[in-house]
C-alpha cells in the first residue's frame, strides 16, 4: 500500500517537473556570447602565454599591427599602411593616433617600440619574433621594424606577435597584466573565475567602434560532451573544438550550427634517419608507399581528416594540386624493400602518445602487407618529447601546425639540419638549406613558389616524414550566430560576431 | 582526550611526510622537462635550459626534495608551470566549489540513506525493503560519469529546469550533488539496513521492550546509537574523498573544483600543481579521518569512557612503577 502511494507521489513530481518545463530554450540577449572552451587561459599576458587557447581569446583583447581575415589576407589595424624597402629588411609602419589602451592612454609609438621588442625578448614568443634586428621610432606616427635578413612571413607573424602592451603596465613586475591586463583592442577584461570562466566586455574607446556583441563570456568547459549538452540548453553559444563523438548529435539538432574544415594543423610519420635500416631511402619510400591514409582516417579518426600529402597548405607559395611522389602501392613497396635487402620485412617499434595510439594500430596493418613487424610503443607524452628530441626512436607521429599562414612555417623547422626543435629526424641535406634560406628571404611571390615546389619535391621524395592528414576544425554554435567562420590559425575573432535580428 | 587529539594530529606529519616522498619521487622519474612544457616545442634550447636551471630541474632528487620541503614549511607550495600562479592560492580559489559540492552530497547522502536504512531495516523482507534493495543496487553498479549525464539529460536538456553546466549559482551545484551523493545513498542504506539488523537482534534491546520501552524509542534511541558506527566511518571516508574534488563529477559538469584542478594538472604533467592537489587531498583525506575517529566519542559512550580508562590505567601504572623503583632504593 505505501509503495503504491510512494509511487504515485514519483508520478505526480515528474509530472509537475515537467510541466514547469515547458518554456523551452531561453532567449539569447543579442548583445552577449558565451564561449566553451576546454581550457583555461594560461595567463592574460601576450608575451607570456604560447598555448592557441590563451591566443585566441587574447587576440580580442589586444590589438596588433595588422589582422589576418578568415581568408588569410592581411589587413591593417593599429597600421594603417606599411611599405616593405626593396631589400625586404625594413618595414615601414604608418600608425594611427586614434587609438587608446582601456585605460584611457594614448598608444603611441613607444608602446608599439617596447611591445616588439619585449615579444623579441620573451622566451614564449621569442622563436617566433627573433628574427627582428630592432625597432625604430622615426616620428610620432611611423615606426621602422628592421629584420637582420629579410623575411618573407614577417607580416603575417606580426597578425599574432604584434599585440600592444604598455611599458607602465609592467611595473609591478607582470601580475597585474597577467590577472587583469590592461588590454588595447575591441574588448576589455572584467573578471576571470580561474577554471571556470573569463568574462569580457565591450571598449567604448575602440577606434573602430564598438561591436554588436558587447558582452563575451569564455567558459571552460574541459569535457566536450558536457560542452555539447550546454550548447543544447543554452548555457554556452558556441564550442571550439568539438570531439569527433558529438559530430552526430550536434549535426542533427537544427537549433545548432556545426562548421567543419580542414584546419592548418597536419599530422604525419617520423622515420628517425640514424636509425641503420631507416637511414636507406628505399625502405622509407617503401613504408611511405605502404600507408593506407584513407583507412587510417576512417579507422582512427572517424573520418574527421584530409589527406595529404604535402605539408603545403592549399593557397600557399609551392603549392600543387595532386602533388603525390610515392603513390600507395604494395606491390612497388615490396619490390623497394626487397632491392634494399628485405625481402622478408623486419621488426621495428612506433612510438606515440596514447591519444594516437589508433593511428599506430592502423599502420602496423600496414606494414605488415610488406612483412615489417611493427610494435607499438604507447609513451606517455612528456617521455614521447623527450625521445623525439634525443633521437631515440624509431618511428613515431607527431603534429605541427601553421601558427601562421606561410610555407616557411611549414617546412623550415622541420628540413633544416640545424633545427633542433622541430627536425626530430635529423634531416639533413645541404640543397635544402639553402633553399629553405632562399625562401625565407625572397618576397617576390613567384620566386617563392619556385622554392617551396623545389623544396617539396627533394622532401617528399626523401620520405623522412610522410605526410598523413589535416586535421579537422569542428566548431558548433547557436544557429542564431552569424559572421562565424572557422580562422585558419585558430583564433577566434568576436568582433565580426552578430546575433540574427 | 586533548592529548589523544594531539597525538593523532602529531601522527599526521609523518603519514603526509610519507605521501610527499612517494609522489614526489614518482613525479620526478617520469620523463619530460618542464621547461619544455611552459615555453612550448618550438622555444630554442638555450631558453629551455636557462629556464631548467631556475627551476632547478638539473639537481639531483633528494636536493630538489629537500627545497621543495623547506619550501612547503613557509607554506609555498611553489608555483604552477602552466599560469606561472602560486599553488596556493590555485587551491585555495577552487576549494569553495568542491567544499560546497561535497558537503550539498553528503547532507543528501546522510539525510536520505540513514532514514531509508533503518525503515527497510525494521521492515525486513517487505516489498519496500525489496525494491530499495534493487534500487540500490542499481545505483551501485551506475559509473558516475554516466548518470551525471543521464541526470543532465532529463533535468537540463529534457525538462529545462536545472542548469547543465558551471558553479555559479546554488542550482548549479543541485545535480552534481544528486550524482555524488545518489552512488553513495546505495551503499550507506545497505550497511544502515545490516548494521541495524545486527543491533536489534543484541540482547539488550529484548531487554528495553521487555521493559516496555516504546517500540520507536527502541528504534531511534537504542539501537541507531550502536549501528551507526560503520555507517559514520563509511560517510568520513567519502567525505574525506569528496573534498580531494570529486574528479569524475566536477569534469562532467563542467566545474571548477579541486577534481577538475587535479586533472588539469595531471594532463599538462604541472609538477607542483599535482604535487599540491595531492598533499592537499591527503591532508583533506586525514582531517577527516581524524575528526570521524574523535565522532565515535560522540556517539557511543562506551568509547568515550575509554580515552579516560586509558589515562587513568596509564597514571596507574606509572604510580605502580614509582611504588616498584622507591621500594628497591
Same mark, same amino acid.
Given at each position: 500500500?505505501?509503495?503504491?502511494? #510512494?509511487?504515485?507521489?514519483?508520478?505526480? #513530481?515528474?509530472?509537475?517537473?515537467?510541466?514547469?518545463?515547458?518554456?523551452?530554450?531561453?532567449?539569447?540577449?543579442?548583445?552577449?556570447?558565451?564561449?566553451?572552451?576546454?581550457?583555461?587561459?594560461?595567463?592574460?599576458?601576450?608575451?607570456?602565454?604560447?598555448?592557441?587557447?590563451?591566443?585566441?581569446?587574447?587576440?580580442?583583447?589586444?590589438?596588433?599591427?595588422?589582422?589576418?581575415?578568415?581568408?588569410?589576407?592581411?589587413?591593417?589595424?593599429?597600421?594603417?599602411?606599411?611599405?616593405?624597402?626593396?631589400?625586404?629588411?625594413?618595414?615601414?609602419?604608418?600608425?594611427?593616433?586614434?587609438?587608446?589602451?582601456?585605460?584611457?592612454?594614448?598608444?603611441?609609438?613607444?608602446?608599439?617600440?617596447?611591445?616588439?621588442?619585449?615579444?623579441?625578448?620573451?622566451?614564449?614568443?621569442?622563436? /617566433?619574433?627573433?628574427?627582428?634586428?630592432?625597432? *625604430?621610432?622615426?616620428?610620432?606616427?611611423?615606426?621602422?621594424?628592421?629584420?637582420?635578413?629579410?623575411?618573407?612571413?614577417?607580416?603575417?607573424?606580426?597578425?599574432?606577435? !604584434?599585440?600592444?602592451?604598455?611599458?607602465?603596465?609592467?611595473?609591478?613586475? %607582470?601580475?597585474?597584466?597577467?590577472?587583469?591586463?590592461?588590454?588595447?583592442?575591441?574588448?576589455?577584461?572584467?573578471?576571470?573565475?580561474?577554471?571556470?570562466?573569463?568574462?569580457?566586455?565591450?571598449?567604448?574607446?575602440?577606434?573602430?567602434?564598438?561591436?554588436?556583441?558587447?558582452?563575451?563570456?569564455?567558459?571552460?568547459?574541459?569535457?566536450?560532451?558536457?560542452?555539447?549538452?550546454?550548447?543544447?540548453?543554452?548555457?554556452?553559444?558556441?564550442?571550439?573544438?568539438?570531439?569527433?563523438?558529438?559530430?552526430?548529435? @550536434?549535426?542533427?539538432? !537544427?537549433?545548432?550550427?556545426?562548421?567543419?574544415?580542414?584546419?592548418?594543423?597536419?599530422?604525419?610519420?617520423?622515420?628517425?634517419?640514424?636509425?641503420?635500416?631507416?637511414?636507406?631511402?628505399?625502405?622509407?619510400?617503401?613504408?611511405?608507399?605502404?600507408?593506407?591514409?584513407?583507412? @587510417?582516417?576512417? %579507422?582512427? #579518426?572517424?573520418?574527421?581528416?584530409?589527406?595529404?600529402?604535402?605539408?603545403?597548405?592549399?593557397?600557399?607559395?609551392?603549392?600543387?594540386?595532386?602533388?603525390?611522389?610515392?603513390?600507395?602501392?604494395?606491390?612497388?613497396?615490396?619490390?623497394?624493400?626487397?632491392?634494399?635487402?628485405?625481402?622478408?620485412?623486419?621488426?621495428?617499434?612506433? !612510438?606515440?602518445?596514447?591519444?594516437?595510439?589508433?593511428?599506430?594500430?592502423?599502420?602496423?596493418?600496414?606494414?605488415?602487407?610488406?612483412?615489417?613487424?611493427?610494435?607499438?610503443?604507447?609513451?606517455?607524452?612528456?617521455?614521447?618529447?623527450?625521445?623525439?628530441?634525443?633521437?631515440?626512436?624509431?618511428?613515431?607521429?607527431?603534429?605541427?601546425?601553421?601558427?601562421?599562414?606561410?610555407?616557411?612555417?611549414? /617546412?623550415? !623547422?622541420?628540413?633544416?639540419?640545424?633545427?633542433?626543435?622541430?627536425?626530430?629526424?635529423?634531416?639533413?641535406?645541404?640543397?635544402?638549406?639553402?633553399?629553405?634560406?632562399?625562401?625565407?628571404?625572397?618576397? *617576390?611571390?613567384?620566386?617563392?613558389?619556385?622554392?617551396?615546389?623545389?623544396?617539396?619535391?627533394?622532401?617528399?621524395?626523401?620520405?623522412?616524414?610522410?605526410?598523413?592528414?589535416?586535421?579537422?576544425?569542428?566548431?558548433?554554435?547557436?544557429?542564431? #550566430?552569424?559572421?562565424?567562420?572557422?580562422?585558419?590559425?585558430?583564433?577566434?575573432?568576436?568582433?565580426?560576431?552578430?546575433?540574427?535580428? | 582526550?586533548?592529548?589523544?587529539?594531539?597525538?593523532?594530529?602529531?601522527?599526521?606529519?609523518?603519514?603526509?611526510?610519507?605521501?610527499?616522498?612517494?609522489?614526489?619521487?614518482?613525479?620526478?622519474?617520469?620523463?619530460?622537462?618542464?621547461?619544455?612544457?611552459?615555453?612550448?616545442?618550438?622555444?630554442?634550447?638555450?631558453?629551455?635550459?636557462?629556464?631548467?636551471?631556475?627551476?632547478?630541474?638539473?639537481?639531483?632528487?633528494?636536493?630538489?626534495?629537500?627545497?621543495?620541503?623547506?619550501?612547503?614549511?613557509?607554506?609555498?607550495?611553489?608555483?604552477?608551470?602552466?599560469?606561472?600562479?602560486?599553488?596556493?592560492?590555485?587551491?585555495?580559489?577552487?576549494?569553495?566549489?568542491?567544499?560546497?559540492?561535497?558537503?550539498?552530497?553528503?547532507?543528501?547522502?546522510?539525510?536520505?540513506?540513514i532514514p531509508l536504512g533503518v525503515y527497510v531495516a525494521i521492515k525486513k523482507n517487505s516489498?519496500a525493503d525489496?525494491?530499495?534493495?534493487?534500487?540500490?543496487?542499481?545505483?551501485?553498479?551506475?559509473?558516475?560519469?554516466?548518470?551525471?549525464?543521464?541526470?543532465?539529460?532529463?533535468?537540463?536538456?529534457?525538462?529545462?529546469?536545472?542548469?547543465?553546466?558551471?558553479?555559479?549559482? =546554488?542550482?548549479? =551545484?543541485?545535480?552534481?550533488?544528486?550524482?555524488?551523493?545518489?552512488?553513495?545513498?546505495?551503499?550507506?542504506m545497505?550497511m544502515t539496513r545490516s548494521s541495524m539488523l545486527e543491533a536489534l537482534r543484541q540482547d539488550y534491546m529484548r531487554t528495553a521492550r521487555a521493559k516496555g520501552v516504546k517500540e520507536n524509542k527502541i528504534v531511534w534511541k537504542h539501537a541507531i546509537r550502536n549501528a551507526l558506527l560503520p555507517v559514520i566511518?563509511?560517510?568520513?571516508?567519502?567525505?574525506?574523498?569528496?573534498?580531494?574534488?570529486?574528479?569524475?563529477?566536477?569534469?562532467? =559538469?563542467?566545474?571548477?573544483?579541486?577534481?577538475?584542478?587535479?586533472?588539469?594538472?595531471?594532463?599538462?604533467?604541472?609538477?607542483?600543481?599535482?604535487?599540491?592537489?595531492?598533499?592537499?587531498?591527503?591532508?583533506? =583525506?586525514?582531517?577527516?579521518?581524524?575528526?570521524?575517529?574523535?565522532s565515535y566519542g560522540a556517539i557511543d559512550p562506551r568509547i568515550k569512557a575509554q580515552?579516560?580508562?586509558?589515562?587513568?590505567?596509564?597514571?596507574?601504572?606509572?604510580?605502580?612503577?614509582?611504588?616498584?623503583?622507591?621500594?628497591?632504593?
Amino acid at each position: 500500500m505505501k509503495v503504491k502511494r #510512494l509511487l504515485a507521489l514519483l508520478l505526480i #513530481l515528474v509530472v509537475t517537473l515537467a510541466g514547469c518545463g515547458g518554456g523551452g530554450a531561453a532567449e539569447h540577449a543579442t548583445d552577449s556570447i558565451i564561449i566553451g572552451i576546454n581550457s583555461d587561459a594560461t595567463a592574460l599576458d601576450p608575451l607570456h602565454i604560447n598555448d592557441t587557447v590563451t591566443m585566441s581569446i587574447l587576440s580580442n583583447v589586444y590589438e596588433p599591427l595588422v589582422r589576418m581575415t578568415t581568408d588569410s589576407e592581411i589587413v591593417p589595424a593599429l597600421a594603417t599602411d606599411w611599405t616593405i624597402s626593396p631589400d625586404g629588411l625594413e618595414y615601414t609602419f604608418t600608425i594611427r593616433t586614434d587609438a587608446t589602451f582601456h585605460n584611457g592612454d594614448p598608444i603611441t609609438v613607444e608602446d608599439i617600440k617596447y611591445s616588439i621588442d619585449m615579444a623579441v625578448e620573451s622566451s614564449y614568443t621569442g622563436p /617566433y619574433m627573433n628574427f627582428i634586428d630592432h625597432t *625604430e621610432i622615426i616620428d610620432d606616427s611611423t615606426v621602422k621594424i628592421v629584420l637582420q635578413y629579410a623575411y618573407a612571413p614577417f607580416l603575417a607573424l606580426c597578425t599574432t606577435y !604584434s599585440q600592444i602592451v604598455k611599458e607602465d603596465f609592467y611595473a609591478d613586475g %607582470g601580475t597585474m597584466m597577467s590577472k587583469e591586463p590592461i588590454g588595447s583592442g575591441p574588448y576589455k577584461f572584467v573578471s576571470w573565475a580561474q577554471g571556470d570562466k573569463i568574462v569580457f566586455e565591450a571598449y567604448e574607446g575602440y577606434y573602430a567602434g564598438t561591436p554588436d556583441i558587447t558582452q563575451l563570456t569564455y567558459k571552460i568547459i574541459s569535457n566536450s560532451t558536457t560542452a555539447t549538452i550546454a550548447l543544447e540548453t543554452g548555457d554556452i553559444d558556441m564550442y571550439i573544438n568539438v570531439a569527433a563523438a558529438d559530430i552526430p548529435s @550536434l549535426e542533427a539538432n !537544427s537549433e545548432i550550427t556545426l562548421l567543419k574544415e580542414p584546419s592548418s594543423a597536419f599530422y604525419f610519420i617520423g622515420l628517425n634517419m640514424q636509425d641503420e635500416k631507416l637511414s636507406d631511402i628505399r625502405v622509407r619510400q617503401a613504408i611511405a608507399k605502404c600507408v593506407d591514409r584513407d583507412a @587510417l582516417i576512417i %579507422g582512427a #579518426l572517424d573520418g574527421n581528416g584530409v589527406k595529404t600529402t604535402t605539408f603545403i597548405a592549399e593557397g600557399l607559395p609551392g603549392y600543387t594540386e595532386g602533388f603525390d611522389p610515392l603513390p600507395y602501392n604494395i606491390e612497388e613497396a615490396k619490390a623497394l624493400l626487397t632491392e634494399a635487402g628485405y625481402p622478408d620485412g623486419f621488426e621495428m617499434t612506433i !612510438s606515440v602518445p596514447e591519444s594516437r595510439s589508433a593511428h599506430a594500430q592502423m599502420i602496423q596493418a600496414d606494414l605488415k602487407k610488406i612483412g615489417i613487424n611493427l610494435k607499438i610503443g604507447i609513451v606517455e607524452s612528456g617521455a614521447f618529447w623527450d625521445a623525439l628530441e634525443n633521437g631515440d626512436y624509431e618511428m613515431m607521429i607527431m603534429g605541427w601546425s601553421y601558427v601562421v599562414m606561410d610555407s616557411d612555417v611549414g /617546412y623550415y !623547422s622541420l628540413y633544416r639540419s640545424d633545427d633542433m626543435a622541430g627536425n626530430y629526424v635529423r634531416f639533413s641535406d645541404a640543397r635544402v638549406d639553402e633553399l629553405l634560406q632562399n625562401g625565407r628571404i625572397s618576397t *617576390e611571390a613567384s620566386e617563392r613558389a619556385a622554392i617551396y615546389s623545389e623544396i617539396e619535391e627533394i622532401v617528399m621524395n626523401s620520405a623522412a616524414y610522410i605526410p598523413l592528414y589535416w586535421r579537422m576544425d569542428t566548431i558548433a554554435f547557436d544557429a542564431g #550566430l552569424t559572421n562565424i567562420e572557422i580562422p585558419p590559425c585558430g583564433f577566434y575573432y568576436v568582433y565580426d560576431y552578430a546575433w540574427e535580428q | 582526550m586533548h592529548r589523544y587529539v594531539l597525538k593523532r594530529l602529531v601522527l599526521m606529519i609523518p603519514v603526509l611526510i610519507g605521501i610527499s616522498i612517494i609522489i614526489f619521487s614518482i613525479i620526478s622519474l617520469t620523463p619530460g622537462n618542464p621547461a619544455r612544457l611552459i615555453l612550448g616545442d618550438r622555444a630554442s634550447q638555450v631558453a629551455i635550459d636557462e629556464l631548467n636551471e631556475e627551476l632547478g630541474y638539473y639537481d639531483p632528487l633528494p636536493v630538489k626534495y629537500v627545497n621543495y620541503m623547506k619550501d612547503l614549511l613557509h607554506g609555498d607550495l611553489g608555483n604552477s608551470y602552466r599560469t606561472g600562479a602560486s599553488v596556493v592560492s590555485e587551491i585555495a580559489v577552487r576549494f569553495p566549489t568542491t567544499l560546497l559540492l561535497s558537503t550539498f552530497a553528503i547532507l543528501l547522502t546522510a539525510t536520505i540513506s540513514i532514514p531509508l536504512g533503518v525503515y527497510v531495516a525494521i521492515k525486513k523482507n517487505s516489498m519496500a525493503d525489496n525494491i530499495l534493495t534493487v534500487l540500490a543496487l542499481i545505483f551501485t553498479a551506475m559509473p558516475s560519469f554516466w548518470l551525471g549525464m543521464i541526470l543532465m539529460l532529463v533535468f537540463a536538456v529534457g525538462l529545462h529546469l536545472l542548469p547543465a553546466t558551471g558553479s555559479e549559482s =546554488f542550482a548549479h =551545484f543541485i545535480l552534481p550533488a544528486f550524482t555524488i551523493a545518489l552512488l553513495s545513498i546505495a551503499q550507506i542504506m545497505r550497511m544502515t539496513r545490516s548494521s541495524m539488523l545486527e543491533a536489534l537482534r543484541q540482547d539488550y534491546m529484548r531487554t528495553a521492550r521487555a521493559k516496555g520501552v516504546k517500540e520507536n524509542k527502541i528504534v531511534w534511541k537504542h539501537a541507531i546509537r550502536n549501528a551507526l558506527l560503520p555507517v559514520i566511518t563509511t560517510m568520513g571516508v567519502n567525505f574525506g574523498w569528496a573534498l580531494g574534488g570529486s574528479v569524475i563529477t566536477e569534469t562532467v =559538469f563542467g566545474m571548477s573544483g579541486i577534481g577538475t584542478l587535479t586533472l588539469m594538472s595531471v594532463r599538462s604533467k604541472d609538477v607542483p600543481l599535482v604535487m599540491g592537489c595531492v598533499l592537499f587531498m591527503s591532508l583533506m =583525506f586525514s582531517v577527516i579521518t581524524l575528526l570521524v575517529d574523535l565522532s565515535y566519542g560522540a556517539i557511543d559512550p562506551r568509547i568515550k569512557a575509554q580515552y579516560g580508562i586509558k589515562n587513568k590505567n596509564h597514571k596507574a601504572l606509572r604510580r605502580a612503577k614509582e611504588d616498584v623503583s622507591t621500594q628497591n632504593s
